[in-house]
């Protein structure tokens, strides 16, 4: 609570030398004693990129703003740790062959869907996490989906906006109609098991 005094999101004008800034709306946070990149602040939420880091184990966190610096709570920081972005439950996708968007909409079996999360773990390429760049840099370690319990091939997984990751994922034949959990793997560590992908074998 109190985190900041009001709602306000990233905008273009909110770069800095094309960088996601280290502080918006007055509010910063420190992760490890680095300053994180902070995209959106809210009085009860606040999101932010973490900065690079090569340690593991617990960390410190603090906020700063007007009101001063916060108590610092202790977080875990693990090279990978994966989720997708979902929406009720449902997994944020993109259907390739037409480009639409199909969170909630009925995929099916040799459907190629990009999926989005974040916390694959390193590229191929090292990137800093902070500028905001073009491109796409597969992840150092290999990604691997199930749909509904069965193996999906992966014919992309990296990264394509600071913090952001992208999935090309084909929908394996055998899924069942319906709702189906969707899970990506990566280094021994697996995303949500309540990200769903829906499927329409007809």
């Known amino acids: 609570s109190n985190l900041a005094t009001s709602a306000r999101t990233l905008s273009g004008s909110d770069l800095v030398n094309n960088s996601l800034p280290t502080a918006l709306g007055g509010v910063s946070v420190q992760i490890s004693g680095k300053p994180a990149f ?26 700063t703003n007007s ?15 994966p989720g997708l972005f979902a929406l009720s ?4 996708a993109v259907r390739v062959s037409d480009s639409a968007i199909v969170t909630g909409v009925a995929v099916k079996p040799g459907d190629l869907v ?18 905001v760049f073009t491109g796409a840099y597969p992840t150092t370690n290999p990604v691997t989906v199930t749909i509904g319990g069965i193996a999906a091939n992966v014919s992309f997984a990296g990264l394509v906006g600071p913090g952001l990751y992208q999935l090309n994922v084909m929908v394996p034949p055998g899924v069942n109609n319906g709702d189906n959990a969707v899970v990506a793997s990566v280094a021994g560590k697996n995303t949500q098991a309540s990200a769903m992908l829906k499927i329409a074998n007809s």
């Not at 009860?44 to 880091?53: E, F, T």
């Not at 709570?73 to 090279?79: D, E, F, G, S």
């Not at 439950?89 to 944020?92: F, G, L, P, R, V």
């Open 114 to 131: 990009e999926l989005y999360g974040t916390g694959f773990g390193p590229t191929a390429i090292s990137i800093d996490p902070g500028p």
């Open 38 to 63: 902070v995209y959106y602040v809210s009085p009860s939420q606040v999101n932010v990129l973490a900065p690079a880091d090569s340690g593991s184990g617990s960390v410190a966190v603090t906020l």
């Open 67 to 81: 009101a001063g610096t916060s108590s610092a709570i202790a977080a875990n920081l693990q090279p990978v740790l």
């Open 89 to 92: 439950n449902y997994a944020q």
